[in-house]
């Protein structure tokens, strides 16, 4: 199962195909998808209620990407007192990554924020990351992807990863015993406000050391057949290719089973040398109906598709354990927060979900639903990962009926 954002929503006219049902023709950002008509859904009609301004005013994009998996509202600030939800990636991670050597996997191809103002008085934590462990906890994605692969499969050539990763692993419990010490050290010097902040950050090193050493019980490292990256490219197309690429080899090899792909920040005005487009992202999403404009976002959002049609291919070459494909046995959300860019909307969400999650869903069709919150399908998806007992997430309301 894993969650792929992309940013600033879509130009409209040309995500939706025509038609629904098994009887539809994908649009013009679709076409990248076309070899994969049969193993995914158009998904229409999902909302993100608690993206809505509200009494909050604005800063929807920050309250896109911190909504998107959680379904919760993020309360307005850019302080240290965030709040908003827990994610389903990690909803499903507390019920089932314990089959894998990583619970999930975060990774991101933008730049890495944990504090700070971003958006009209939200903190940047919420508009830099989509995956939150507790309510106040966001999942802090890796954008550098040797340092991925090297966290996956160790460091150095083949025959040197698996003692080399034995020896990182050494080194991170002596640094997690020293900064458990060192903190405890300062209970007695804090205020009440400031025992609760330094009781989250021991949590969080605790829930570390316990990954570490959950790693450490499953034997012998992978060794896949590629080759360590050697860090962020300049190209942004060969990033988003290279975190694609190890999201498949952790899938691949049964490293975890939950990914997030972050692929920007909602608000991103990242320009596109690449397909010929010097103006921003950002700038180009409030068109205001300029058909220029249009046209650019129409070109940029192909331009995410053919990379995300690229990792579908890689997952449709990769074998699983039962021999069918691992994107059979996946389920794969690409999507964004914010609907239309230039208007801010959150109802009608660009959705598709690539994969037939085993064979339990209904690939092959466009399909729209009356105004549903997002986390109904979530809630499916974590029901068919073998979650039980979570009656809702976030905002849900039941499984996505037809799913």
């Known amino acids: 199962m894993a969650f792929v954002y992309f940013p600033n929503g879509a130009n409209q006219e040309n995500w939706w195909p025509a038609g629904e049902g098994s009887d539809f023709s994908l649009g013009r950002t679709m076409q990248p998808l076309a ?55 990690q909803v499903a991670a507390k ?8 619970p999930s996997l975060e990774l991101s191809c933008d730049s890495v924020h944990k504090a700070g103002h ?27 992807p040797r340092l991925v692969f090297e966290r996956l499969f160790g460091s150095g050539p083949p025959e040197e990863r698996q003692r080399n990763y034995e020896a990182r692993l050494r080194t991170q419990k002596s640094l997690l015993d020293f900064v458990l010490d060192d903190a405890r050290s ?44 050697s860090g962020i490219p300049g190209d942004y197309g060969q990033h988003m290719d290279l975190m694609y690429d190890l999201l498949a080899l952790a899938f691949q090899t049964d490293s975890t089973r939950i990914g997030t792909l972050l692929l920007a920040g909602d608000g991103t005005n990242r320009a596109f040398p690449e397909i010929g487009i010097a103006e921003g992202h950002h700038y180009c999403s409030h068109h205001r109906g300029n058909a220029d404009l249009k046209e650019k976002v129409a070109r940029i959002d192909a331009f995410y598709m053919q990379r995300f049609a690229r990792f579908l291919g890689k997952l449709e070459a990769m074998k699983d354990a039962d021999g069918k494909s691992v994107l059979h046995n996946s389920m794969i959300v690409y999507g964004c927060g914010n609907s239309d860019g230039n208007k ?60």
């Open 35 to 89: 070899a994969f008509r049969r193993q995914l859904q158009v998904v229409g009609g999902l909302d993100l209620h608690e993206a809505e301004p509200g009494n909050d005013g604005g800063g929807d994009h920050a309250r896109a990407n911190a909504t998107f998996l959680t379904g919760a509202r993020a309360r307005k600030t850019d302080g240290s007192d965030i709040h908003v939800g827990v994610s389903v990636d």
């Open 118 to 144: 971003c958006d009209t008085g939200y903190s940047c934590a919420y508009q830099y990351n989509i995956s939150w462990q507790s309510p106040t906890t966001p999942m802090t994605p890796e954008p550098n």
């Open 344 to 403: 801010h909307t959150h109802t009608n969400l660009p959705v598709v979900l690539a994969g037939a999650g085993g064979g339990t869903l209904t690939t092959g069709r466009s399909v729209h639903y009356d105004s549903t919150p997002m986390t109904n399908l979530y809630l499916s998806m974590a029901n068919r990962m073998g979650v039980s007992g979570v009656p809702r997430i976030g905002d849900s309301t039941g499984v996505l009926a037809g799913a």
């Open 95 to 102: 019920h089932v990554g314990h089959v894998t050597r990583f």
């Open 186 to 229: 300062l209970q007695g010097e804090l205020n009440a406000r400031d025992k609760d902040k330094l009781d989250e950050y021991l949590t969080s090193v605790r829930e570390i050391e316990m990954r570490l050493q959950h790693a450490k019980g499953f034997g012998p490292l992978p060794k896949p057949a590629a080759s360590a990256p």
